[in-house]
Each structure stands twice: as C-alpha cells, then as structure tokens.
C-alpha cells in the first residue's frame, strides 16, 4: 500500500481540531484528594477558606500539599481562618509543576506566582514562591520573604498534564507576610477594601451615601455579596446617577449587594433570582445570577453584567468586580431596539409581451449591449431622422408634379 501524505495531513488536522474542540472536564481538587487520607486536614481547609472552588476553576494550576502529622505547627498557632486562607493560597502555583519539569528547571531555579499574588492580598511580590533544583532529585520551595528553603519536594501525588499537578512537599512554606494577622471581616473598611483594588469611584459614591452604606456594613457579619463596577464603568455613569433622586441613588447602589455570602462556586450552583438590599417587595429590585462555563453573569431587565474578578473572598464577605452597572427595571427603561431599515420595493413582474403567444410567453428582458452596439438614444435620434427625410422626398416629387402640370 502507497502512502498517501495528503491524506496523512488531513487525518492529523482533523484530530487536532477534535482534540481542540472537545471540551475538557473540570478537575475537583476536593474528590482527586480524599483518595489518599494523609492529606485530609489539609483537603479540609482547602474546602473550608473556599480555595478549592477558586483551584477548581483554574485550568492550569499546581496545588503543594502536606500530610497530616506536617500541619501541626500551622494549627497550633490557633490563626483566624482567613490568614490560614493566606498561607495555604501560598501553596497553590499558578502554572503547571511536575515532576519532570521540578527536575528541568532552567538554570536551576524558578520563580512561581501563586493563588495569594492572584488575589492582591499580597503586599509586593511576597506571592511569589522560589523553586530550586538542588539536583541529586532535590528540588526546595521557599516563599519570597522567607530567607531560607522552607519546604522540600517530597513525591509527584497525581498529575493531569499539562493542566493539574498535585505534589508533596514536607512542610508548610514559611511567609511573615502571608502569616500576619489579618482584620475580620466585621472589622474591615468596606470602601477602603474596594478603593485599594480598583473600585474607588463606586466606593466614594457609596461613602457619600450614609443610608447605602449603613445598609452594607449592618448586613457583613450575616453575610454579604458585593458587586462592584471597575472605576472606568462606573466614572461614565456618574452622569445618570446624579440625575437619581437621593432615594433612588440610595436604591441604586444597595441593587450591588446581596445579604448572603455567595462564594464563586456557590453562585455557579445556585442560579435563579436574587434578592438584593434594595428589595422591598416581592419581584423588587432582583436580578438573575446565570453562569455558562467559567462566565457568571448577573442579568437585569435592562443589563447584563459579568463578574470579572474577585476582591476579597473571606466568609462571610466577599466583593466581586463587574464590568457593567446593574440597572434596575424599577429605575431605568429598557432603550428601544434600532428600527430595521425598511425594506427596498419589490420588482415589479414584467409585462407580457403584445406579440407573444402561448402560455407564460412574456417579453425578454433587456439583454446587455454588445460592445459595438449604439446607444438606445442614438437608435432612436436615426429612428426620427429617418421620418423626417422621408417626407422630404414625398413632398419634392409633388413639387415637381405640380410644376410639370403648370408648364406649357
């Protein structure tokens, strides 16, 4: 049999347009652990700062794991649940590690960014991690602010090239800064949270607001949502938010709130219709969180908004950014579409023709000219000079006739 190399090239195209337009199932770092119980405290506490849903919705990642009988000294510090957050998001690399590429790395040692970085909790670069690979199959990780090798790598756990990695390392990584006690969120400043990351105009807006804000700060410690508009979109709305009554701008800034924590995966699950701080009534000044894929969308009569990232995520506050003003029903109108343009008259059909005969015999259209062919006005200009030298030389022969008649 002749090998055929176009055919050859068109299987292989069509395979990696099959393998890139198969969608990939998404990993659940939570199931892939409880399959080796010596990480159980530590699968735990992912669960419970809600670290694995921020791990599950990333498609390249490496999750540092330690034992059990390692997190010992990290418990007994008896630290707040957020700044265990902060440690333990220093453990997760946001880029692909096995260990093949522990062992290959160029020029010896690399520098990981990491979930704490991604999170802007980090002052400086302290969310960086340092790999080194000692050689002799000794690879050690070290926090940035740390001034010695914290950690080394102990075994490849379970890997998904090149999306998960799961490796162990025999200790928790040592940071000051990731370990520094960190405010509840009950005794956080709301406004200055969002003015340090990006929300500033909303947060000044908010400030100004006492009923507004009155009406976020009474509901953190019950739990509360926050949705706030990047500087940029807000900066432009300012415009139709100075036009609002006191009462409505008041409205207006509660519709970015929800009183319930909502962490990212527990609105992925819990689509539907929400309630906000300014509902005063049934089917008042909800709207509907939907998600398609890793999008979540929070959907007005009049916009639709996408969460673009994630402030703060501490239960039981967490502030989320969107790239749209949620627009109320209650307060705004829905613009009308554009009008379509109007369609262009119809053809009308042609016309029979006066000599044809037979059923559906109509006139021929127009057929294009040849290239020799005269122009329609000139044919007819021939048409009337024609006509008009013809009566000349009827009218000269009954000259001459009469003429001949009047001779002698």
Known sequence: MQHNPTATAIAAATLTLFLLTTPTTANNITKILEKYPQFSIFNHYLTVTHLAADINSRQTITVCVVEDKDMSDLLSKNLPINTIQNILSLHVLLDYYGAKKLHEITNGTALAATLYQATGS????????????????????????????????????????YNLSVIQISQILQSAEASAPTPSPAE??????????????????????????????????????VFCPADDVFKQFLPKFKNLTADEQTSL??????????????????????????????????????????DITLQTKIVTAKITGTLVDEDPLVIYTVDKVLLPKELFKAEAPTPAPAPAPAAAPPKKSKSGKGK???????????????????VADQKGDAGFNGGRFVAAVALSLWLGLLSP
């Not at 200055?192 to 009474?218: H, I, R, Y």
């Not at 701080?277 to 939907?290: E, R, S």
């Not at 015999?361 to 020799?372: F, G, V």
């Open 360 to 378: 559906g015999n109509y006139a021929s259209p127009p057929q294009p000219e040849s290239p020799d062919s005269q122009p329609s006005d000139q």
């Open 188 to 225: 956080m400043n709301l406004t200055s949270l969002m003015s340090k990351q990006g929300c500033k105009v909303f947060a000044d807006t908010l400030s100004n607001s006492s009923d507004a804000l009155k009406a976020f700060e009474d509901n953190i410690e019950g739990g509360l949502s």
């Open 122 to 161: 980090a002052p400086g670069a302290s969310g960086f991690v340092n790999i080194t690979d000692f050689k002799a199959g000794k690879v050690g990780f070290s926090a940035v602010d740390s001034p010695t090798t914290d950690a080394f790598f102990v075994k490849s756990v379970d890997e998904i090239p």
């Open 253 to 294: 800034l509660c519709y970015h709130g929800i009183p319930v924590y909502q962490s990212m995966s527990m609105l992925k699950s819990n689509n539907g219709v929400m309630n906000t701080l300014a509902t005063n009534g049934a089917n008042k000044f909800d709207f509907v969180v939907q998600n398609d894929g890793q």
